[in-house]
């Protein structure tokens, strides 16, 4: 481990942060968090390929503070930092017998965030906006 002139401090070696990111499965620990985990490692190898903290920022579409944080939590607790640990937010209106249901559809008729909308709100009563049936959708794997 040594902290080159940037100031990150290389806890392993860019095979072995790579190598991290690809076992980094959404089965395991989430949708959301792998694709976090993901894009902060992403964030340091730039960051270890000599780039600034800004430069990476930008690159990687984050505000500066971001980018100073993620680094800092690397510096801080190396592998530890980067599987976030926020709680998920707010629970689902629709349980998990409905999601899958839901998911089966999806897949089954092809259809797209207005059709997902409208099918939510008559097969369930429950009422999400199109975003959020997107923000859905997303977390069942079904949308980039």
């Known amino acids: 481990m040594f902290i080159d002139r940037g100031g990150i401090i290389k806890h392993l070696s860019e095979d ?8 980094l499965s959404p089965k395991a620990i989430g949708y ?3 694709r976090t ?6 964030f340091i190898l730039l960051r270890y390929e000599g780039i600034s903290t800004k430069e990476a920022s930008e690159r990687m579409g984050l505000c500066l503070q971001t980018g100073y944080n993620w680094e ?5 607790n190396g592998i530890d930092s980067i599987i976030p640990n926020y709680g998920g937010g707010r629970p689902s209106k629709l ?8 998911r089966k559809e999806v897949i089954e008729s092809g259809m797209g965030i207005n059709e997902a909308h409208r099918f939510v709100e008559e097969r369930f009563g429950v009422v999400y906006s199109r975003k959020q049936i997107y923000v859905i959708l997303t977390k069942l794997g079904l949308r980039e």
Do not use: P, Y
């Open 72 to 76: 800092r939590a690397w510096n801080s």
């Open 16 to 23: 072995e942060v790579r190598s991290l990111k690809d076992t």
């Open 37 to 42: 985990a993901r894009r902060r490692l992403d």
């Open 32 to 34: 959301d968090k792998s």
């Open 95 to 102: 349980n998990e017998e409905q999601l899958e249901i839901f």
